[in-house]
């Protein structure tokens, strides 16, 4: 794929649709949604059809254009009211992604300058539009500074996907390392499967499989032994939301993978843009972390596997404390320790911020 | 279930005949297996129908008894030569666990003194069963042994299924487990599934919830935060080797637990019996780790769950350097560091050794 070819897994369809990849249906079949119904958006995003922070944030703030078009209101107040309904309920979709409420958050304020409901609509078309666009620009600029940190050939390790289907395109951690790859700078990527819903397996490999990326599955439990046998130069991850202090909560398994790579001499590098950063929340102890259905442990793809009579327990995403990261790939630079400087600075960086 | 009840995983039938649960068919099925063709035998050890270390152990010396009540030689030397062929095969068959090697060369010298081929198949029947009953003894000491090492009303963790079902009977690290919630000891035990065969989500649990023992499942990857939400006393393992400096070889994910347990300040216990400490064998680098088929970790039960085009790795085991490793937990007592001294005096023990 040239460089110059974004996959964008959601866009908008002129006339007032949205169109998303289901990306449960993956790798096995490709299936697009279009809807104009911002409940469908809403239910894709619980149900993980649309899934990755950066790209809930994207699909939240067209579902909010959805539903300003459908909203009858003619007047402004009444309208913005709705949305603010509409953005509760969008938020309360998956509680752990930091950019679902900044994406929300800025369309509404978006609103507060304009004159009437029509051009209400119009402008917050306008700025779903520059959040998707934004993303893009930043996951390439995010794939640029990460890129540069990785040594010749290097073979790096992700977890779950943080590529262009976790995102508005290009991708988070996958952007370093298409990045890199271009740059002929990388060899190979280890690919942890991802219980319970294999992110990895069904789309990290789909997207490196796509671009021609040399990657090997793994089961999770293996990638401990993978990483002492010093075969791995770097982890690579997204993030779902990073605190002031620079714990990040990401994917189940990341705070292992960052207490594994630490234990054996490898950086994790977290890759994800300004917007995953949540500076009023001092530390990750207050991330919320999103209970799923143990249905989800208990049974893959539909099948059953689990003895019955136990509970199971699912949590989606573990919190690693800001000791085991490297530093915090962001498209204005890259942050290190001490986070509290750092990743203010890059949050409020209005040029980038050298690395 | 009373204590005196014991599981039974194999068990052989008189007039000739083994007979074993499969159990790649649990938590499904209860499928049992009856066959007189020691080639059977070694086919359910490579599939997995029979597992665990202790077991194969077990499973291959009464195999080994097949073979010899099937073979026509009238001369000792004939009978002694196809043994040992036969021998040769089933420790083929998996190259990890050291209780396999261990168990045919006991079966193999148990012929040495006999008086001709009559008397060695009733000495390889007798010598066989007294294997499992010893490993079955073993387990009960293991069990007391390690229940003593638990506070009460502790939470622990195991990995992958170290239970009756991997043993002669009563399990190793669920003995431990077994033992201790007997004596009111235990609270609750966190049950990782064990990707990519699932031998925690479908027989440790199938074993807990038969006896009633309070559990929860969880990912591989959710062991991390587990451990790190300070809610588990203790993790407790199997092994499948165990080299003279404490190095240990088992199920692919040990490794991380290990490391994860050490960081939360968790112990983490290994119970095994001593047919599993290949004391030849300095250290944990020196330990075959079997590597099997990319499709376990691309399919489960079955189904496809991965992309296609991209490659995978599958080892079943992986080395916990002795350095994460509480203790050993043994029939002839614990075992602690440094390792060189305690497993010498555990393995040459006649009589139990204080812990």
Same mark, same amino acid.
């Given at each position: 794929?040239?460089?110059?070819?974004?996959?964008?897994?959601? =866009?908008?369809?002129?006339?007032?649709?949205?169109?998303?990849?289901?990306?449960?249906?993956?790798?096995?079949?490709?299936?697009?949604?279009?809807?104009?119904?911002?409940?469908?958006?809403?239910?894709?995003?619980?149900?993980?059809?649309?899934? %990755?922070?950066?790209?809930?944030?994207?699909?939240?703030?067209?579902?909010?254009?959805?539903?300003?078009?459908?909203?009858?209101?003619?007047?402004?107040?009444?309208?913005?009211?709705?949305?603010?309904?509409?953005?509760?309920?969008?938020?309360?979709?998956?509680?752990?992604?930091?950019?679902?409420?900044?994406?929300?958050?800025?369309?509404?304020?978006?609103?507060?300058?304009?004159?009437?409901?029509?051009?209400?609509?119009?402008?917050?078309?306008?700025?779903?539009?520059?959040?998707?666009?934004?993303?893009?620009?930043?996951?390439?600029?995010?794939?640029?500074?990460?890129?540069?940190?990785?040594?010749?050939?290097?073979?790096?390790?992700?977890?779950?996907?943080?590529?262009?289907?976790?995102?508005? %395109?290009?991708?988070?951690?996958?952007?370093?390392?298409?990045?890199?790859?271009?740059?002929?700078?990388?060899?190979?990527?280890?690919?942890?499967?991802?219980?319970?819903?294999?992110?990895?397996?069904?789309?990290?490999?789909?997207?490196?499989?796509?671009?021609?990326?040399?990657?090997?599955?793994?089961?999770?439990?293996?990638?401990?032994?993978?990483?002492?046998? %010093?075969?791995?130069?770097?982890?690579?991850?997204?993030?779902?939301?990073?605190?002031?202090?620079?714990?990040?909560?990401?994917?189940?398994?990341?705070?292992?993978?960052?207490?594994?790579?630490?234990?054996?001499?490898?950086?994790?590098?977290?890759?994800?843009?300004?917007?995953?950063?949540?500076?009023?929340?001092?530390?990750?102890?207050?991330?919320?972390?999103?209970?799923?259905?143990?249905?989800?442990?208990?049974?893959?793809?539909?099948?059953?596997?689990?003895?019955?009579?136990?509970?199971?327990?699912?949590?989606?995403? =573990?919190?690693?404390?800001?000791?085991?990261?490297?530093?915090?790939?962001?498209?204005? %630079?890259?942050?290190?320790?001490?986070?509290?400087?750092?990743?203010?600075?890059?949050?409020?960086?209005?040029?980038?911020?050298?690395?």
């Amino acid at each position: 794929m040239p460089e110059d070819v974004i996959f964008k897994p959601i =866009d908008w369809v002129p006339g007032g649709k949205l169109r998303y990849l289901d990306q449960t249906r993956l790798p096995q079949a490709e299936v697009w949604i279009e809807t104009n119904d911002h409940l469908v958006v809403a239910e894709a995003i619980r149900t993980l059809r649309v899934r %990755g922070a950066p790209l809930i944030g994207v699909a939240a703030a067209y579902a909010l254009v959805l539903a300003a078009l459908s909203d009858l209101a003619t007047d402004l107040n009444a309208l913005r009211q709705h949305l603010r309904h509409v953005a509760d309920e969008l938020a309360a979709t998956r509680p752990t992604a930091a950019n679902l409420t900044w994406a929300l958050n800025r369309m509404l304020r978006s609103t507060e300058t304009c004159s009437g409901p029509e051009d209400a609509r119009k402008t917050l078309a306008d700025e779903a539009r520059r959040i998707h666009e934004e993303d893009i620009e930043a996951n390439r600029r995010i794939g640029a500074n990460g890129a540069r940190l990785l040594r010749e050939k290097a073979t790096v390790m992700t977890h779950c996907n943080a590529g262009a289907l976790a995102t508005g %395109g290009y991708g988070t951690a996958l952007g370093v390392i298409r990045a890199a790859y271009l740059e002929r700078a990388l060899r190979h990527v280890f690919v942890p499967e991802t219980r319970p819903l294999l992110q990895g397996s069904r789309l990290t490999a789909w997207e490196l499989a796509r671009e021609g990326i040399p990657y090997t599955l793994i089961v999770d439990a293996a990638a401990g032994s993978t990483l002492s046998n %010093g075969v791995v130069d770097a982890v690579i991850v997204g993030a779902d939301r990073i605190a002031a202090n620079g714990d990040v909560a990401n994917k189940i398994g990341t705070y292992p993978l960052a207490v594994l790579a630490r234990e054996n001499g490898v950086p994790l590098y977290v890759a994800a843009p300004t917007s995953t950063i949540d500076l009023p929340l001092a530390s990750g102890d207050a991330i919320p972390i999103e209970q799923r259905s143990p249905d989800e442990v208990t049974s893959i793809r539909g099948v059953s596997v689990a003895a019955k009579c136990g509970s199971a327990l699912n949590p989606a995403f =573990d919190v690693t404390p800001n000791t085991y990261v490297t530093a915090v790939i962001t498209e204005n %630079g890259v942050a290190r320790p001490p986070y509290e400087e750092s990743l203010r600075e890059v949050c409020n960086a209005k040029e980038p911020v050298r690395g």
